[in-house]
């Protein structure tokens, strides 16, 4: 009965950091976390690869004037 809560706390830190550490909303991201526990993890997965994506494509841009 108690791995349950532990391992739900344990995501949650883990959403939490791995949001701070990418620059994403890390507030938001726990509190959903909080919600939804594991089933957060591929929706998060995504969305942080999404995130890194257009960061890399709006500084990849070419100056043409």
Not at 8 to 13: A, E, R
Not at 44 to 64: D, M, V
Request: cysteine-free.
């Amino acid at each position: 009965m108690v791995v349950v809560p532990l391992v739900w706390l344990m995501v949650v830190i883990g959403v939490y950091i791995a949001a701070l550490r990418s620059g994403m909303r890390a507030l938001q991201w726990a509190i959903a976390a909080i919600f939804t526990g594991p089933l957060l993890l591929p929706l998060f997965n995504s969305y942080k690869r999404l995130a890194i994506h257009r960061a890399r494509t709006k500084n990849a841009r070419i100056f043409r004037p």
